[in-house]
C-alpha cells in the first residue's frame, strides 16, 4: 500500500498545489481506465485497489520484473557460497537479462522514485559483480575484460572492479595493461577523493610487480 501523502510528495516535492487530492484522483481513475483499455489484466480483475490512506496494486510476484530480478540474483548468490558457479550463473544471466537500460528512465521522476533508481541500479550492479565472479571460477577471464573496463568508466570509484580487472589483465598474460589500470585508479582516486587504494589492491600492484602468481 502506498499513502496517498507519499504519492502527492512524489508528483509535486515540497510545492503541491491546493487540488493535490482532487488532482491525484483523477489520475488514479485515467491509470484504472488506461489499464483496463490496454487489457493488462484478465476480465473481471482489478489491478489498482483504493486502500486508506491510499493505494494497492494488486500484483503477483511473477508479474513485476523487479521481485523476479532480486529473486534469481540472490539464487545465484547463494549457489555462488555453494560453490555452483555454472548453476550461479545460468541465474544472474536470467535475471541480468530483463534489465533493458538504467532503471525507469523513461519516467520523470521525483525524490521517492529515485531511492527505488537507487536500490535497483544498487542490485543490477551486485549481479553484474556477481556474475563476474561466477565466470571467473569457470575460467572465462578474458572475456570479460570489455565489460569490466565500460564497468571502470561507469564507476570509477569502485574499487572492486577496479581490481577484477588488474586481475583479469594479469591473468591473461596483459601485465603492462594491469599496471596502467592501477595507475589510473591511483589517479582518479588521488584526484576526486585525497586517497590511496586500499592496502589489498596495493598489496595486489606488488604482486603483479613481481609476476607473483596472484589474484582470485
Same mark, same amino acid.
Given at each position: 500500500?502506498? !499513502?496517498?501523502? +507519499?504519492?502527492?510528495?512524489?508528483?509535486?516535492?515540497?510545492?503541491?498545489?491546493?487540488?493535490?487530492?482532487?488532482?491525484?484522483?483523477?489520475?488514479?481513475?485515467?491509470? &484504472?481506465?488506461?489499464?483496463?483499455?490496454?487489457?493488462?489484466? !484478465?476480465?473481471?480483475?482489478?489491478?489498482?485497489?483504493? &486502500?486508506?490512506? /491510499?493505494?494497492?496494486?494488486?500484483?503477483?510476484?511473477?508479474?513485476?520484473? +523487479?521481485?523476479?530480478?532480486?529473486?534469481?540474483?540472490? #539464487?545465484?548468490?547463494?549457489?555462488?557460497? *555453494?560453490?555452483?558457479?555454472? =548453476?550461479?550463473?545460468?541465474?544472474?544471466?536470467?535475471?541480468?537479462?530483463?534489465?533493458?537500460?538504467?532503471?525507469?528512465?523513461?519516467?520523470?521522476? /521525483?525524490?521517492?522514485?529515485?531511492?527505488?533508481?537507487? %536500490?535497483? =541500479?544498487?542490485?543490477?550492479?551486485?549481479?553484474?559483480?556477481?556474475?563476474?565472479?561466477?565466470?571467473?571460477?569457470?575460467? &572465462?577471464?578474458?572475456?570479460?575484460?570489455?565489460?569490466?573496463?565500460?564497468? +571502470?568508466?561507469? %564507476?570509477?570509484?569502485?574499487?572492486?572492479? %577496479?581490481?577484477?580487472?588488474? /586481475?583479469?589483465?594479469?591473468?591473461?598474460?596483459?601485465? #603492462? *595493461?594491469?599496471? #596502467?589500470?592501477?595507475?589510473?585508479?591511483?589517479?582518479?582516486?588521488?584526484? *576526486?577523493? /585525497? +586517497?590511496?587504494?586500499?592496502? *589489498?589492491?596495493?598489496?595486489? %600492484?606488488?604482486?603483479?610487480?613481481?609476476?607473483?602468481?596472484?589474484?582470485?
Amino acid at each position: 500500500m502506498v !499513502g496517498s501523502g +507519499v504519492l502527492i510528495e512524489e508528483l509535486w516535492g515540497d510545492d503541491p498545489p491546493r487540488s493535490a487530492m482532487t488532482t491525484l484522483q483523477t489520475y488514479v481513475y485515467h491509470t &484504472r481506465r488506461l489499464l483496463a483499455e490496454h487489457q493488462v489484466t !484478465g476480465e473481471g480483475r482489478e489491478l489498482l485497489l483504493t &486502500r486508506p490512506p /491510499g493505494y494497492f496494486a494488486l500484483i503477483d510476484d511473477d508479474e513485476l520484473d +523487479v521481485t523476479i530480478v532480486e529473486r534469481l540474483i540472490r #539464487a545465484g548468490s547463494r549457489l555462488l557460497e *555453494e560453490n555452483r558457479p555454472e =548453476e550461479a550463473l545460468a541465474s544472474l544471466n536470467a535475471g541480468l537479462d530483463l534489465w533493458r537500460g538504467p532503471a525507469l528512465s523513461t519516467v520523470p521522476c /521525483g525524490r521517492v522514485l529515485e531511492s527505488h533508481i537507487a %536500490h535497483l =541500479e544498487e542490485l543490477r550492479l551486485f549481479g553484474v559483480q556477481l556474475r563476474i565472479d561466477a565466470n571467473w571460477r569457470l575460467g &572465462r577471464i578474458g572475456p570479460m575484460i570489455p565489460e569490466l573496463r565500460s564497468l +571502470v568508466i561507469s %564507476h570509477p570509484l569502485n574499487e572492486t572492479l %577496479h581490481a577484477k580487472l588488474m /586481475g583479469a589483465l594479469y591473468t591473461v598474460g596483459r601485465r #603492462a *595493461e594491469a599496471l #596502467a589500470s592501477y595507475r589510473n585508479l591511483r589517479q582518479i582516486l588521488s584526484d *576526486e577523493l /585525497g +586517497v590511496d587504494p586500499t592496502p *589489498e589492491i596495493q598489496r595486489m %600492484h606488488m604482486e603483479i610487480l613481481n609476476g607473483d602468481h596472484v589474484l582470485a
